[in-house]
């Protein structure tokens, strides 16, 4: 028995054990039809232990799964607003996914979402109508990522530097960003118009992205599926998307092999906050329009968990973060309909992805 | 400004046990070779647990006890994940926080704007009377005694005794503690729940004693400050109280900044805890990479 057997831990590398045996594509050619009737039973059991808190609360514990479906999909317009709402969630979540390959953990989505939509309205206030609609779309796509490329970037550069642990360091640099909105928000971005509620001053008309399909949706959907697509493509068939594996896989064979492990640590930190920095800065130019404190709703948050859910492969992260997205909207119908605490659904969010952990789902863990 | 500075101070040793109390739980933890950033989670609902019972029961005994309690049960949680499933810890401990924050919003909504007797402040008799010093070290709630106290205690249950070295083989070679007949995955278990019992009693002391009410989402990220100041504190005691204390000033500074009317905004001066923070981690965490506990270096390098 090894040294490692005894201790429970499993030292090889997830990606690594992915890639050997259960590619995305295999995946789906051969489903493993144990394996896919275990994982509904643990969301099921998730779903009834969150009856069951909604029960203790007062509500009817079937009747909210319909109201659910209704605020998040069915009712007029919701199944848009799920779709906007992932839009920041997606590219948080591939935040994750991205540095994950190289073995990070970046926490820091919810503030590299947040200095994203704080360098959009920066950019947005200052060219206002001075500039013709589509150049300041532009500007604030590339602003929002330039800085939620550099706030991760600090997490970057101090992990590779000084070994500093980049989870902790960028959850702190998490309310460190929410500090900075918050005084800007208060001090010199404030709306002089805003009736009480402390915001910064509107988009003017033309900077707020145009809207498409004849729907609520707007254009950047179009661009967040555009960049999870390239993301997905480039993890998977460029030279660095291997090195991140190989790097994330193991790093001393990655650095005897050659690879500047450094440089990917902060590469793959630059474009998590790249990603996710866009993500703040097209909610804020197509859905929010003007900075207010708790622009982000935790979303950063919750586009850890919908990574983590989908170990980190591009495509499932995606598809989970819309999941993701209706189950936060459908908390908005609990509590109108409901009367329940619209936070209700945070633990919804949480027992779906605590259900794997507790219970299992992961091939090759349990031996 | 004297005046001031003893003002950061006393409130700073206040501020400081709310991250004292988790930081110890988190050292325990850690030097088990468990991160648990779930004792964001454990402070969260202690604060929320110990302030219902205080307000139902109108004692804040009971608070603290319910307190604890709830920190345990956030432990045991985290523990059982992480070492009978073999889960990833700090997926695992996010995810423990990220239902601490959606269950006490929902059942802490009915305490909001209520208020209880907070735990009374106590002038150790003579030494209280210290000029100066006595009430910056010597006027405070129980609690912080007890927060004091804890750390030489921690200090020497985990360097001087049995349990102390079983804990801490448990970090460092989980496999060598199997293999002397011992069983580490009900060392850990226990390490990581008494840890997080101590992460629920600062949760009282923020909610019972410090503050005296309860708001959403009220710790505000200290839990994971605590967790930080573990990690630049090379999982030394003293250090680790350093750190804590360190942090307490800073947080009480910015209010007492602002009572003297110091024209900084009121947004970046909240801000100075965690830079204050994230800077002693970037300074002093060059030295201690190798200090790590061994088992927690591989469950650390072993995420994604």
């Not at chain 1, 600090?154 to 702190?172: F, H, P, Q, Y």
């Not at chain 1, 997905?232 to 068939?237: A, Q, S």
């Not at chain 1, 219970?359 to 031996?367: E, S, T």
């Not at chain 2, 307490?248 to 009121?266: D, E, K, P, R």
């Amino acid at each position: 028995m090894t040294a490692e057997a005894v201790a429970g831990t499993d030292l090889e590398p997830e990606s690594l054990h992915e890639a050997r045996s259960r590619s995305w594509r295999t995946q789906w050619a051969q489903p493993d039809w144990w394996q896919l009737g275990w994982s509904a039973g643990v969301l099921l059991a998730s779903l009834i232990v969150f009856s069951i808190i909604t029960a203790l609360l007062g509500s009817n514990p079937f009747s909210i799964y319909s109201t659910m479906l209704h605020a998040a999909v069915l009712d007029h317009g919701t199944l848009s607003q799920t779709l906007l709402r992932s839009i920041p969630i997606a590219l948080a979540g591939l935040a994750v996914a991205v540095p994950a390959r190289a073995g990070l953990v970046n926490v820091g989505g919810e503030g590299q979402l947040i200095m994203g939509a704080v360098a959009a309205t920066g950019v947005g206030l200052a060219f206002g109508s001075a500039v013709p609609g589509p150049v300041s779309w532009l500007a604030m796509a590339i602003a929002g990522a330039v800085a939620g490329a550099l706030w991760a970037g600090i997490a970057g550069g101090l992990r590779a530097v000084l070994s500093a642990n980049e989870s902790v360091t960028t959850l702190l640099l998490n309310f460190i960003a929410n500090d900075v909105m918050l005084y800007l928000i208060y001090q010199p971005w404030k709306d002089p118009n805003g009736s009480g509620q402390p915001q910064s001053k509107p988009l003017s008309h033309d900077e707020v992205l145009p809207k498409i399909f004849g729907s609520d949706l707007n254009l950047g959907l179009i661009l967040a599926a555009v960049v999870a697509l390239g993301i997905w493509l480039t993890l998977k068939r460029s030279g660095w998307g291997f090195a991140l594996r190989v790097a994330g896989g193991n790093p001393i064979a990655a650095i005897r092999a050659g690879l500047p492990v450094k440089r990917l640590i902060v590469s793959s930190m630059l474009v998590g906050g790249a990603l996710a920095g866009l993500g703040g800065a097209l909610n804020f130019a197509g859905v929010e329009t003007q900075l207010r404190p708790g622009i982000t709703a935790s979303f950063g948050y919750v586009a850890f968990l919908a990574s983590y859910f989908a170990r980190h492969s591009p495509l499932r992260v995606v598809f989970a973060s819309v999941v993701f997205s209706a189950i936060a909207l459908a908390g908005n119908g609990l509590q109108v309909k409901d009367g329940l605490d619209g936070n209700v659904v945070d633990v919804l969010l949480a027992l779906i992805v605590l259900g794997p952990l507790v219970l299992g789902v992961r091939k090759g863990r349990r031996a | 400004m004297s005046n001031g500075i003893e003002q950061a101070l006393i409130g700073g040793v206040d501020a400081g046990t709310v991250i004292l109390l988790p930081a110890l739980g988190e050292l325990i933890s850690q030097r088990a070779g468990v991160i648990n950033l779930g004792t964001e989670g454990a402070l969260l609902a202690g604060a929320l647990t110990a302030f219902a019972a205080a307000s139902s029961t109108g004692s804040a005994w009971v608070g603290v006890g319910a307190g604890i309690l709830a920190g345990a049960a956030c432990g045991l949680l985290h523990a059982l994940v992480v070492v009978l499933r073999g889960a990833d810890q700090l997926a695992s401990g996010l995810v423990i926080w990220f239902l601490a924050l959606g269950m006490t919003s929902i059942f802490g909504s009915d305490y909001v704007g209520l208020t209880v007797d907070p735990l009374p402040v106590e002038k150790i008799p003579g030494l209280g009377s210290i000029p100066w010093l006595g009430p910056i070290l010597f006027t405070h709630d129980v609690l912080v005694y007890v927060g004091i106290l804890l750390a030489p205690l921690v200090w020497f249950v985990l360097w001087r005794t049995r349990v102390g070295l079983l804990v801490r083989a448990c970090g460092e070679r989980p496999e060598v503690v199997a293999t002397s007949g011992g069983h580490p995955r009900i060392v850990q278990i226990a390490a990581v729940t008494v840890g997080s019992a101590l992460a629920g009693l600062g949760g009282a002391q923020l909610s019972v004693a410090y503050v005296g009410n309860w708001f959403d989402n009220m710790t505000n990220g200290y839990g994971f400050v605590a967790v930080a100041v573990v990690l630049f504190a090379s999982w030394r005691t003293v250090r680790v109280l350093g750190g804590a204390l360190l942090f307490g000033v800073a947080l009480a500074s910015a209010s007492v900044l602002q009572a003297h009317g110091v024209s900084v905004n009121q947004y970046l001066l909240d801000a100075l805890p965690y830079l204050v923070t994230l800077f002693a981690l970037v300074a002093l965490t060059r030295s201690s990479g190798s200090d790590a506990p061994e088992a927690l270096r591989r469950a650390l390098s072993r995420s994604g």
